[in-house]
């Protein structure tokens, strides 16, 4: 077969002047045969389709017989070289990913330094009475380094999720201070935000602490950019739900999104077409990460859209370690 790479039929192979003393066939009692190449497209020969059985009689194997293998093995073909380009696709992103992953690490101590000196200036120019101008400099300075370190550590989460997930460090987690925490920092980096928080006077749970204020910032950044112009603030909500879980809301009274697009918000990269349009920056992977983290601790979120308008993210999370 490798030699010709034509199909081949045998019908009663016993019976054949060809095959009747073939070694093969007559070692395993082969009496009816049909095989084709498998022929990449690029004329590459992979291999054979076969089918054979033992029986004594004539399996009338006929031209449709060897149409239907032919068809299979185009099919077989065509489904291996799919898979070379998915392997080959793969190996590219992953490249990518390694790239992104060592120059964001490279960037983000650097980073870490500017944010601290860019908020260092801002304070002392509020302080020392500087002009309205290079305050508004100076804070515009402070939130895009924030915005840039952000990212590096987005671009990280990234090249770790591809790298099969990250780790949790999980202890006993205060999660109102943790919200106090995250507001406190938008605040200082928006100082025209405003929010509206309800929340009980201790709410402990097992997590990851670090990962966890991860999300919440996530989630009241998003708030905040995307409801500019919006005279009411973002409304910060966290409970203790019977059955021993927690509950989070963040939901602003922004742009919103399309009801059709609620399920996509949590995909790898996307963003809404307003979004887009906008002009707002984003990367499209912070929701992503927001979901991965979230289910790493055994939790849920989710989006709807509340009536009056705006978006609201809803979390649940074990108050316990289910691990």
């Known amino acids: 077969m490798r030699g010709t790479v034509a199909p081949l039929i045998?019908?009663?192979?016993?019976?054949?002047?060809?095959?009747?003393?073939?070694?093969?066939?007559?070692?395993?009692?082969?009496?009816?045969?049909?095989?084709?190449?498998?022929?990449?497209?690029?004329?590459?020969?992979?291999?054979?389709?076969?089918?054979?059985?033992?029986?004594?009689?004539?399996?009338?194997?006929?031209?449709?017989?060897?149409?239907?293998?032919?068809?299979?093995?185009?099919?077989?073909?065509?489904?291996?070289?799919?898979?070379?380009?998915?392997?080959?696709?793969?190996a590219e992103i992953d490249t990518l990913n390694d790239i992104i992953a060592i120059a964001a690490h490279d960037l983000r101590q650097p980073l870490t330094a500017l944010q601290l000196r860019a908020h260092l200036a801002a304070r002392w120019a509020r302080r020392d009475g500087v002009s309205k101008e290079l305050k508004t400099m100076l804070d515009s300075l402070v939130v895009d380094v924030r915005r840039a370190s952000a990212l590096t550590d987005t671009l990280l989460d990234v090249g770790r999720l591809a790298a099969g997930g990250f780790k949790l460090d999980i202890g006993e987690t205060n999660m109102v201070q943790l919200t106090l925490k995250a507001v406190e920092d938008l605040q200082s980096a928006f100082h025209t935000a405003k929010f509206e928080l309800e929340l009980p006077t201790e709410l402990n749970i097992q997590g990851d602490e670090t990962r966890l204020g991860q999300v919440v910032r996530n989630l009241l950044d998003n708030a905040i950019k995307y409801s500019k112009g919006s005279t009411k603030p973002v409304e910060v909500r966290l409970s203790a739900l019977p059955g021993e879980e927690l509950f989070l809301q963040v939901r602003d009274y922004g742009m919103g999104v399309q009801e059709s697009d609620l399920g996509k918000l949590f995909e790898r990269q996307f963003r809404t077409p307003e979004a887009k349009a906008s002009g707002i920056q984003g990367s499209g992977f912070g929701l992503y990460i927001s979901q991965e983290i979230i289910e790493a601790h055994k939790g849920k979120i989710w989006a709807d859209l509340p009536s009056g308008g705006g978006l609201r993210f809803n979390i649940t999370l074990p108050l316990f370690s289910k691990e």
Not at 22 to 31: A, D, K, L, S
Request: aromatic share 8%; charged share 20%; hydrophobic share 40%.
């Open 10 to 90: 045998v019908n009663q192979a016993s019976q054949h002047p060809e095959y009747a003393n073939n070694i093969t066939v007559n070692t395993y009692g082969i009496e009816n045969y049909i095989a084709v190449p498998l022929i990449r497209r690029d004329g590459r020969y992979f291999g054979v389709l076969c089918a054979l059985d033992i029986q004594h009689e004539p399996a009338n194997l006929s031209e449709n017989s060897l149409a239907t293998f032919k068809l299979l093995a185009q099919l077989i073909a065509f489904e291996l070289e799919a898979e070379d380009e998915k392997q080959a696709r793969e």
